[in-house]
T-cell receptor, first 114, second 114 residues
Framework: AQSVTQLDSHVSVSEGTPVLLRCNYS??????LFWYVQHPNKGLQLLLK??????LVKGINGFEAEFKKSETSFHLTKPSAHMSDAAEYFC????????????FGQGTTLQVKP | DSGVTQTPKHLITATGQRVTLRCSPR?????VYWYQQSLDQGLQFLIQ???????AKGNILERFSAQQFPDLHSELNLSSLELGDSALYFC?????????????FGPGTRLTVL
């Protein structure tokens, strides 16, 4: 069975400093992995995706993530946080190779301080 | 804007009632997924339809049902509503035969059961 664990429920950084949101996954097959972002009272927006191509994945708004099979990790990073990055971030794994249903982590709230 | 539309945006109703949530997928997408986001359960997959047929089922209660119509829009029916059904319900769609299982989410319907 597939699962995903976000290691921090809340991360606080200062504007202009790096962001690291940690995610570990478990999968019985080669997974597709995603990071989605949810701003307050908004829907879910795809930040980036890994689908067994390059292990370093670049997304929107300067975010990137590195797929590390040996560590079963897919951490999200950004070199310099912006106030507009404050949101809820979800690490997501595809739940099945056939159906495409997604399994979401519990989410990490990113706070950006001025 | 993901191209996925959901109506209504907000729904307030009483316990024991029945409601219908509607979703229109992106043009050309054959798969529709329903997810529930609540404070205690997080984001959970409910059900998937592909071109009118049920493809996968998740943690969907027996009081809930869904269908996908020939024009590919989908409806989620929630009956005998309980206070605990209050949540944000998302619909997502994905393109046919893509290996990445990338899904595009609508803005959600916020259901409040009083």
């Amino acid at each position: 069975a597939q699962s995903v664990t976000q290691l921090d429920s809340h991360v606080s950084v200062s504007e202009g400093t790096p962001v690291l949101l940690r995610c570990n996954y478990s999968s019985s097959y080669s997974p597709s992995l995603f990071w989605y972002v949810q701003h307050p009272n908004k829907g879910l927006q795809l930040l980036l995706k890994y689908t067994s191509a390059a292990t370093l994945v670049k997304g929107i708004n300067g975010f990137e993530a590195e797929f590390k099979k040996s560590e079963t990790s897919f951490h999200l990073t950004k070199p310099s946080a912006h106030m507009s990055d404050a949101a809820e971030y979800f690490c997501v794994v595809s739940g099945s190779s056939n159906t495409g249903k997604l399994i979401f982590g519990q989410g990490t709230t990113l706070q950006v301080k001025p | 804007d993901s191209g996925v539309t959901q109506t209504p945006k907000h729904l307030i109703t009483a316990t024991g009632q029945r409601v219908t949530l509607r979703c229109s997928p992106r043009s050309g997408d054959l798969s529709v997924y329903w997810y529930q986001q609540s404070l205690d359960q997080g984001l959970q997959f409910l059900i998937q339809y592909y071109n009118g047929e049920e493809r996968a089922k998740g943690n969907i209660l027996e009081r809930f049902s869904a269908q996908q119509f020939p024009d590919l829009h989908s409806e989620l029916n929630l009956s005998s509503l309980e206070l605990g059904d209050s949540a944000l319900y998302f619909c997502a769609s994905s393109a046919p035969r893509t290996g990445s299982h990338e899904q595009f989410f609508g803005p959600g319907t916020r259901l409040t059961v009083l």
